[in-house]
Each structure stands twice: as C-alpha cells, then as structure tokens.
C-alpha cells in the first residue's frame, strides 16, 4: 500500500513562508508525476504545481513566482516552498502521485495523501 504522508502547514502571516513536503512510502521513481493540489473551504479542489519525472513543472497562475515545486528523488520526499503567502492561500493542502499510466495532466493520480492545512491570516 503506497501512502503519502504531508508535512509543513500551519498559521503564518500574510507575506511569510511555509515549506510543505510529501513523504513517500515507495521510491518516487515510481511515479511519473507528483502534484500538490489544494481545497479551500466552499471551492473546488484546484492544481497548484505539478512535476513530472523529468523535472518539468506546471504552476497554477495564482502561484507562479511565488510557489516552487520540488522533488528530493534520494529521500522520496516532495517539496512545495511557498513564499510571499497571501489569504487566498489558506486551503487543505494535498499531495498527489500519478504511476507511468495515469494521465496526471487531467488530473487523475492513482495515490494521495490525507492533506496539511495551512492558515494565512491577513
């Protein structure tokens, strides 16, 4: 059973910064993709960065520049170093994996983890 485990959220000020990370349970070598998505309360779940085994990367426009996507390959370890945060970031944060046949880029992943909350008060 491959798990996600999210690390990272909290409280934090707007303008701060917060480090999200996603533990995998397997090598994420595994996956040809890896996506941290994100809820907030009344909105639908929406991509915010997404990186391919490659290392190419998608960003939501609401987070370009600010937010960087990144994946540590020898400690199966997902990053999302999220700068300048703003109140619209508050949201569940999820992180997401896509195996080599999974079409990741509609948005299907195959494992996901149970979610970081992160609070940006104004």
């Known amino acids: 059973q491959v798990q996600l485990v999210e690390s990272g959220g909290g409280l934090v000020q707007a303008g701060g910064s917060l480090r999200l990370s996603c533990a995998a349970s397997?090598?994420?070598?595994?996956?040809?993709?890896m996506g941290w998505y994100r809820r907030a309360p009344g909105k639908e779940r929406e991509l915010v960065a997404r990186?391919?085994?490659?290392?190419?990367?998608v960003y939501a426009d609401s987070v370009k520049v600010r937010f960087t996507i990144s994946r540590d390959n020898a400690a199966n370890t997902l990053h999302l170093q999220m700068n300048s945060l703003k109140p619209e970031d508050t949201a569940m944060y999820y992180c997401?994996?896509?195996?080599?046949?999974?079409?990741?880029?509609?948005?299907?992943?195959?494992?996901w983890g149970q979610g970081t909350q992160v609070t940006v008060s104004s």
């Open positions: 997401a994996a896509a195996g080599k046949y999974t079409d990741y880029v509609r948005g299907r992943y195959d494992y």
């Open positions: 990186i391919t085994s490659g290392g190419g990367t």
């Open positions: 397997i090598s994420i070598f595994n996956f040809n993709a």
